[in-house]
């Protein structure tokens, strides 16, 4: 009983927590830098499997300029204060040589944005995909692209910390392996 109580209080947690991936305009990577956590850590608190521990909302609300209530508190909407502005214009400005950290809305129109929107935070990934299942997919959305494209765009997202990949064999229509490996691609 007590296990399922901390199911769900793990998923209310991951839930918070990529409210303030989202609100802090941050790639997950960028986040563990903000918070000054493992890029582990912090894939742990964004799928649940750890909650927001009392050290890590004591650092958001230092940083943000609220309390460490509100970190908690899923009613209380998250808003920019002079504290926040600050430390997030300086965070910015130390990191700007990192690209990877930043969520660039510049780039609603790019191909990375639209499965990163799309797919990434509508759980497409959560089980493993490959790129022709990417492809397909996009296609639904009335999104027509190359694999080769696609590719690219994957792989970002997995060097922002979006998405990992692992390579397997190649299974043909007859159901027997290939030599040939392609990534499977799923949610971090």
């Known amino acids: 009983m007590d296990e399922d109580i901390n199911k769900v209080l793990d998923q209310i947690s991951a839930q918070r927590f ?11 990577i960028g986040m563990a830098a903000f918070l000054k956590i493992s890029t582990d850590h912090m894939y742990s608190l964004r799928k649940g499997r750890r909650s927001i521990s009392d050290s890590i909302a004591e650092s958001l609300a230092i940083k943000l ?3 460490e209530a ?4 899923s009613n209380f909407k998250l808003k920019k204060t ?3 502005i600050e430390y997030l214009k300086n965070f ?4 700007s040589h990192n690209p990877n950290f930043f969520v660039n809305l510049k780039n609603e129109k790019s ?8 797919l990434v935070e509508n759980k497409y990934f959560e089980s493993e995909k490959r790129v022709i299942q ?5 296609k639904k959305h009335q999104i027509k692209v190359n694999s080769e494209k696609a590719t690219k765009s994957l792989l970002y997202l997995v060097d922002t910390g979006y998405l990992t990949f692992q ?8 159901g027997t392996e290939s030599k040939l490996s392609v990534n499977h691609y799923t949610e971090q």
């Not at 409210?19 to 790639?27: M, Q, S």
């Not at 509100?70 to 508190?73: C, G, I, P, R, T």
Request: net charge positive; charged share 35%.
């Open 18 to 28: 990529k409210e303030f991936i989202k609100f802090l305009e941050l790639t997950p």
């Open 167 to 174: 390579k397997k064999p190649f299974i043909k229509k007859d």
């Open 65 to 67: 300029g609220i309390t």
């Open 111 to 118: 191909l990375t944005f639209k499965i990163r929107t799309l």
């Open 92 to 95: 910015t400005t130390t990191n």
């Open 82 to 84: 002079e504290v926040g």
């Open 134 to 138: 990417v492809v397909e997919e996009l």
């Open 70 to 73: 509100d970190v908690y508190n």
